[in-house]
């Protein structure tokens, strides 16, 4: 585990400098971030690798996956309706609200390993994913979206709105997420139902927050996904502290 080594491991930062480069250039190439985002995401990839290992940057690179595709899903009927994500890619400020969490987490478990710290960075992970995947969907082949605070049918991209076909593909990426992150080690298999109703419970903590408070110009955006990944970080950590 990260802890029981010394701060710093040449070969672990090394891998994650080199993880970090490649997978910039490649979010770049394909278009997932601008030009910030690009930035951004490198430093953040940097210290998952570096702090957590290689099993964080493989769930780093299935939310990547998982999030582009879904993005570029359906994109001709989005860019018609209005909600279609911006050609340049992700800004610095969208990467940080997804993995700001994340980072944070693995920046103290390296500091001191503990089961509750690697949680909250794969659920956390894991929500970003979730958010992402259901919105994108959601807005390409979804059907009547649904105000979550009222139930009310509301245009599509409207903030807060849900609808049967994202919630369904956000808890596929969700449980892809975590399922990496329990292939590789990162997580026991026996908490990855937990990990998963942590990320499913920040997704729609996000959606209660885009229809409470967005809507009304309280949060923007980034704000609302930020505190999505918190809700699921949070309420995994609870799940390990109380479990012992």
Same mark, same amino acid.
């Given at each position: ?36 985002? %690009?930035? #951004?995401? &490198?430093? @953040? ?6 702090? =957590?290992?290689?099993? $964080?940057? *493989? /769930? ?41 969490? %994340?980072? #944070?987490? &693995?920046? @103290? ?6 089961? =509750?710290?690697?949680? $909250?960075? *794969? /659920? ?121």
């Amino acid at each position: 585990m990260a802890g029981s080594e010394h701060w710093f491991s040449w070969a672990q930062w090394g891998n994650a400098a080199l993880a970090a480069l490649i997978f910039t250039a490649l979010g770049r190439w394909l278009r997932g971030v601008s030009n910030s985002g %690009a930035v #951004a995401g &490198a430093a @953040l990839c940097f210290l998952l690798g570096a702090c =957590a290992g290689g099993g $964080a940057l *493989a /769930a780093l690179v299935s939310v990547f996956v998982l999030t582009w595709c879904a993005t570029r899903f359906g994109e001709s009927r989005k860019q018609k309706s209005g909600v279609a994500e911006k050609s340049d890619g992700r800004r610095a400020s969208q990467v940080l609200a997804n993995l700001g969490v %994340a980072t #944070a987490a &693995a920046g @103290l478990y390296r500091i001191h390993a503990n089961l =509750a710290l690697v949680l $909250a960075m *794969a /659920a956390a992970l894991s929500e970003a994913a979730a958010d992402t995947v259901a919105s994108e969907i959601g807005q390409a082949a979804g059907s009547n979206p649904r105000l979550i605070t009222t139930w009310r049918v509301v245009p599509s991209g409207t903030d807060g709105g849900v609808t049967l076909e994202g919630t369904v593909a956000g808890a596929i990426a969700a449980a892809a997420v975590n399922a990496i992150c329990a292939v590789t080690g990162l997580i026991p298999w026996n908490w990855f139902a937990i990990s998963l109703a942590a990320a499913m419970a920040g997704m729609l903590a996000d959606s209660f927050l885009g229809a409470w408070l967005e809507r009304r110009s309280v949060l923007n955006n980034d704000l609302v996904n930020f505190f999505g990944t918190l809700t699921a970080a949070v309420l995994v950590t609870l799940a390990a502290v109380t479990s012992r």
